[in-house]
């Protein structure tokens, strides 16, 4: 299976051309063009002409152009198949070849189809418990042991991961002794992953009689859990909130942040 503009560079590079005109119409700089997609303006002016040519938009001046009707669908045309290419290589080519690990629910023979499914950031499988997505299992296992799953099929469900940053004191502000113990008490009893950034934060949650799961590397490790569907309560320093929340937002990961600061 392949699709028309992918058959060639050029019919790749018209594609990109056309949809940078559709997103900065009218006014489009072949500058600009050319610099986002990584070829030369002159490369950027002949492939203009050639849309003009086949009437995949309109110039309305030296930088004015327009994508017309044939334009739009010429773009759904080749998106449509694109999107379609792409899951067949992610169902017929990608899942086939890879192998996922799972923890199996019960005792499971070679080749068996088994239905998968992500509970508390762990991956498990079952052939009874029916999902959204499946697979066949490599070897014989039994209950609780480690399993390769192979042509995967299906989408695997993931919960919405909530993260919520709970904010406390420098020592030099009174550290641990400056947290509202009772509320961070109940908002530790929500979240299946607790993550401490400081030694004020460790503490705080101590005295809760919480260990936390993780307290090195705790920014990536908040971010893997969430793309796991794994909900984290993260207890920070104040003062290394904001790199926390930096990289949150990079990742485009929703937050609450709550201040446990007595007053």
């Given at each position: ?149 192979t042509s995967l099929k299906g989408l695997i469900d993931l919960e919405n991961a909530t993260i919520t940053i709970c ?41 809760i009689g919480i260990t936390p799961n993780v307290m090195f590397g705790t920014n990536e490790s908040v971010i893997e859990a969430a793309y796991h569907g794994l909900s984290s309560l993260v207890v920070s320093v104040d003062e ?24």
């Amino acid at each position: 299976m392949m699709i028309k503009i992918l058959k060639t560079k050029s019919g790749v590079t018209k594609f990109q051309v056309l949809i940078e005109i559709a997103a900065h119409q009218p006014n489009v700089r072949q500058k600009e063009i050319a610099a986002k997609i990584g070829i030369t303006p002159q490369a950027v002016s002949e492939y203009i002409k050639e849309l003009v040519n086949d009437g995949l938009i309109v110039t309305e001046g030296r930088v004015r152009y327009r994508i017309t009707k044939e334009g739009v669908e010429w773009v759904l045309e080749n998106a449509t198949e694109m999107k379609r290419y792409a899951r067949f290589v992610m169902e017929d080519i990608i899942s086939h070849v890879s192998t996922w690990t799972a923890i199996t629910k019960e005792d499971v023979k070679e080749g068996q189809q088994v239905y998968l499914k992500m509970e508390k950031g762990l991956l498990y499988v079952s052939s009874t418990e029916k999902t959204g997505a499946s697979g066949n299992v490599i070897s014989d296992a039994a209950a609780g042991e480690d399993v390769g799953v192979t042509s995967l099929k299906g989408l695997i469900d993931l919960e919405n991961a909530t993260i919520t940053i709970c904010k406390v004191p420098r020592i030099e502000r009174g550290g641990s002794r400056k947290v509202d113990i009772e509320r961070l008490k109940a908002m530790a009893n929500s979240k299946p992953y607790i993550a401490a950034i400081g030694v004020e934060a460790l503490i705080a949650l101590r005295k809760i009689g919480i260990t936390p799961n993780v307290m090195f590397g705790t920014n990536e490790s908040v971010i893997e859990a969430a793309y796991h569907g794994l909900s984290s309560l993260v207890v920070s320093v104040d003062e290394q909130v904001s790199s926390l929340l930096n990289r949150l937002e990079t990742e485009n990961l929703e937050y609450e942040l709550v201040d446990l600061t007595l007053e």
